[in-house]
């Protein structure tokens, strides 16, 4: 008698999307905390909109890299194609609610850079040094 053994359980990395979850937690958790610590700064020194719109832009940019860079890190493949999503994701999140908050949805420029920093920061992940080898 031939019995079947069962196939192995996949992880959440192994799936076509279902490492956008966790990456997308990462982004936000780093943009919040660079929101929160751009709104102290902003409080301390009272800067120009011009000055709020740069380092809002540079918490906008670690956000997407961190997105990415913890996505490929974990899924150790295609980091082009992972940090691409994961930037997309947040972007058409981030769009969503400007239009809902404010009814402005927003230039070209923030979601291009935010998808190149993101697919970035996943080329930079698959490419680290893992300690584990892969299961």
């Known amino acids: 008698?031939?019995?079947?053994?069962?196939?192995?359980?996949?992880?959440?990395?192994?799936?076509?999307?279902?490492?956008?979850?966790?990456?997308?937690?990462?982004?936000?958790?780093i943009l919040f905390a660079g929101l929160i610590i751009?709104?102290?700064l902003m409080l301390l020194a009272d800067g120009s909109e011009r000055v709020l719109s740069i380092l809002a832009g540079l918490v906008l940019a670690a956000s997407g890299y961190g997105m990415g860079y913890f996505a490929g890190f974990h899924?150790?493949?295609?980091?082009?194609r992972t940090g691409l999503y994961c930037g997309l994701l947040l972007a058409v999140i981030l769009w969503i609610f400007?239009?809902?908050?404010?009814?402005?949805?927003g230039g070209i420029l923030r979601p291009v850079c935010?998808?190149?920093f993101s697919m970035w920061g996943g080329i930079a992940g698959?490419?680290?040094?893992?300690?584990?080898?892969?299961?």
């Open 1 to 29: 008698m031939r019995t079947r053994r069962d196939p192995t359980p996949r992880s959440i990395w192994d799936t076509r999307f279902g490492y956008l979850f966790p990456a997308l937690c990462i982004g936000c958790l």
């Open 38 to 40: 751009v709104a102290g």
């Open 75 to 80: 899924r150790r493949r295609q980091g082009l």
């Open 98 to 105: 400007g239009m809902a908050w404010q009814q402005i949805g």
């Open 114 to 116: 935010l998808c190149l």
């Open 126 to 135: 698959v490419n680290r040094k893992h300690n584990r080898p892969p299961r």
